[in-house]
């Protein structure tokens, strides 16, 4: 952020006019006074952007110096320079300044009336599905927001692909983003009827390596663990997968037509389970339930909008998985 950017944020806050008893708290208007007068390249000209007298600006930058025991500005009645001390301040007290500008949006920003576009990639399944009601939430709660919903398995350039936040199924593995955890989702092995040809459905995970399978290449491809819920003893089963898919849609359907058995998202499935579609296998064993995060890109502060849109995703998500108990993450983050 620039010093003219942060020094108008600063001005909305107007201070009394400082006297030598004042000068500790007034010196972030002084450094404000100090780089009007070097970007705007003399002091007549800082007066009349500050709204204020040449005197007045000529006051406070005298202040400046003698709070700082320096001479920042060498004048003459033809020219203005820095002094070399000068130039090291102007450099901090531009950064100085910004971070004010930062630490007051990002407060302001917590209390406003979000509003302005939020552009949110979701994985395909959860986005054409499970999280579009807490969206309607969102947007009546919020009528000045609009929101663009993207279906993404993967973003992995926030910056480059314009991207506010994203909802990610998986750890995390882009060190340089916020991860807030938010739930997780349990997954369970199924199968249509007819793949079963009538023989009763297998109770443990060994019995399922004697089926063909389909293969979810995000997260599981020629081998899946699955663990017993009572005991926690894990099972591999080794898997040549007749399908394979990236899709958590397309694996439900190879299912559903009989090609073979997968674990999928419980929440997906339990629908089909219900209606006898599909049976649930080995009921007492499951694969490992998948971490539910959101996630945005550092920043020194966040628009209302993403804060909201953000607390709203942890208050609907672990309802929305089929957690049992939902893992909210910590608050955001600056």
């Given amino acids: 952020m620039e010093g003219a950017p942060g020094a108008q944020l600063l001005y909305a806050w107007r201070m009394t006019e400082p006297t030598s008893s004042s000068i500790a708290g007034d010196r ?45 500005l060498q004048r003459s009645t033809h020219a203005m320079r820095l002094t070399v001390d000068g ?52 947007l009546r709660a919020h009528p000045r927001v609009s929101v663009e919903w993207l279906l993404r398995d993967d973003v992995r350039d926030f910056i480059a692909a314009g991207i506010d936040c994203a909802v990610q199924v998986g750890e995390p593995a882009d060190p340089s983003v916020v ?43 020629h081998e899946i663990a699955l663990r017993h819920r009572a005991s926690g003893r894990l099972a591999r ?43 649930h296998l080995a009921p007492q064993w499951e694969a490992a339930p998948l971490p539910v995060y959101i996630v945005y890109p550092q920043a020194r502060y966040y628009p209302s909008r993403l804060l909201r849109f953000v607390a709203a995703m942890r208050a609907a998500v672990p309802g929305l998985t089929g957690a049992e108990d939902g893992e909210g993450g910590a608050a955001l983050q600056a």
């Fill in 28 to 72: 972030l208007q002084l450094m404000d006074t100090f780089v009007r007068i070097v970007e705007a390249g003399s002091l007549s000209a800082a007066a009349a952007q500050l709204q204020s007298t040449q005197p007045t600006v000529s006051r406070r930058l005298q202040l400046l110096e003698r709070s700082l025991g320096v001479r920042l």
């Fill in 87 to 138: 130039e090291r301040c102007f450099a901090r007290a531009k950064e100085l300044l910004a971070s004010w500008a930062a630490f007051e949006a990002d407060l302001r920003g917590a209390q406003q009336e979000p509003e302005g576009t939020l552009r949110v990639a979701m994985p395909h399944a959860f986005g054409q599905d499970r999280f579009v009601a807490p969206l309607a939430d969102f």
């Fill in 179 to 221: 991860a807030v955890r938010l739930s997780e989702v349990p997954r369970i092995v199924v199968g249509a009827p007819r793949l079963l040809a009538g023989a009763p459905p297998p109770q443990d995970a060994q019995e399922l390596a004697a089926l063909p399978w389909l293969a979810l290449q995000t997260f599981y491809r």
């Fill in 237 to 279: 089963i080794t898997l040549q997968p007749r399908m394979s898919t990236d899709s958590l849609y397309a694996l439900r359907s190879a299912a559903l037509q009989g090609l073979g058995v997968c674990a999928g998202s419980a929440w997906l499935l339990e629908d089909d389970i219900a209606q006898g579609r599909l049976l």
